[in-house]
Nanobody
Framework: EVQLVESGGGLVQAGGSLRLSCAAS????????ITWLRQAPGKEREGVSCIARSGGRGDGITHYVDSVKGRFTISRDSAKKTVYLQMNSLKPEDTAVYYC???????????????????WGQGTQVTVSS
């Protein structure tokens, strides 16, 4: 069974940090681009960051949307089949449900956030208080 399970969300004050995890199982993790997206109340879902598949062309490539550049860092651990999103200098506007998604077809670049992803996690709530 394919699963993506997010964890690490919570309540934090502005300027604080959180590290989200996306644990994968049931598919060839290294072959998939993993993407973080978020959805705030009353707003459309938006992309946050993606990381390329491991071991092939483009290995190590990451992408961040402008609003999180310099504050968020995405990484992946193939041995643990987990992708992390380290979020620093959090702002109230970062408040949202954060989802990870996986797809074998996409590339990690600015266009990765509009894809109909194969697999989704259930989401984890991040709340940043001012």
């Amino acid at each position: 069974e394919v699963q993506l399970v997010e964890s690490g969300g919570g309540l934090v004050q502005a300027g604080g940090s959180l590290r989200l995890s996306c644990a994968a199982s049931g598919f060839a993790f290294d072959d998939y681009v993993i993407t973080w997206l978020r959805q705030a109340p009353g707003k459309e879902r938006e992309g946050v960051s993606c990381i390329a598949r491991s071991g092939g062309r483009g290995d190590g490539i990451t992408h961040y949307v402008d609003s999180v550049k310099g504050r968020f860092t995405i990484s992946r651990d193939s041995a643990k089949k987990t992708v992390y999103l380290q979020m620093n200098s959090l702002k109230p506007e970062d408040t949202a449900v954060y989802y990870c998604a996986a797809d074998v077809r996409v590339l990690c670049y600015s266009g990765a956030y509009v894809v109909d992803y194969d697999h989704w996690g259930q989401g984890t709530q991040v709340t940043v208080s001012s």
